[in-house]
Antibody, heavy 120, light 110 residues
């Protein structure tokens, strides 16, 4: 059974850097074609894809946020970390991580999500 | 700003058929497969349809996906109260080199 869980701060101040960790089980990021991605959803708004990292280290980013995002993996810990710099109140959202099986993109499962509020 | 356009809302009475459209372009739906997600209130999205029209195990056959050209559709037949949710289409966009979601459609069962 594949499970993913997001962890990190619930409140960050403007201009700070957000670091979120996705801890997963039931699959390995050593497996060819497998990936883990991050998606966010501002309150009452639509889903927005942020980043994706594959088993071979290939990274993809949302073009509009490319300069602020970094996605890394720790295969030995079964974790994927997303950092987002220069946080702003508009970045307030629920952040999800999700599994990407070989041949598909973010078809899941997804984690339960973690709400991050940006406020001074 | 989403590049896949969906109607903001759709509704029907129990038992009716509801269809949700997803309009894209040649760089996303026109070239790549479409996934659909269901998001029940207060929960994380769940995969409903993958590769245009495939249902994961456990998804009722009341849900059907289709794709034609640069558009896709999700049909819900025999609408049930538990189908009240937000629905999102998504596809890879070759021009943006990223995954794009639709604007989302809220389905209400009257």
């Amino acid at each position: 059974q594949i499970t993913l869980k997001e962890s990190g701060p619930t409140l960050v101040k403007p201009t700070q850097t957000l670091t979120l960790t996705c801890t997963f089980s039931g699959f390995s990021l050593r497996t060819s074609g497998v990936g883990v991605g991050w998606i966010r959803q501002p309150p009452g708004e639509a889903l927005e894809w942020l980043a994706l990292i594959y088993w071979d280290g290939d990274q993809r980013y949302r073009s509009s946020l490319r300069s602020r995002l970094t996605i890394t993996k720790d295969t030995s810990k079964n974790q994927v970390v997303l950092t987002m710099t220069n946080m702003d109140p508009v970045d307030t959202a629920t952040y999800y991580c999700a599994h990407s099986p070989p041949g598909d993109i973010l078809t899941g499962p997804w984690g339960q999500g973690t709400l991050v509020t940006v406020s001074s | 700003q989403s590049v896949l356009t969906q109607p903001p809302s759709a509704s029907g009475t129990p038992g009716q058929r509801v269809t949700i459209s997803c309009s894209g372009s040649s760089s996303n739906i026109g070239r790549n497969t479409v996934n659909w997600y269901q998001q029940l209130p207060g929960t994380a999205p769940k995969l409903l349809i993958y590769i245009n029209n495939q249902r994961p195990s456990g998804v009722p056959d009341r849900f059907a996906g289709s794709k034609s050209g640069t558009s896709a559709s999700l049909a819900i037949s025999g609408l049930q109260s538990e189908d009240e949710a937000d629905y999102y289409c998504a596809a890879w966009d070759d021009s943006l080199n990223g995954y794009v979601f639709g604007t989302g459609t809220k389905v209400t069962v009257l």
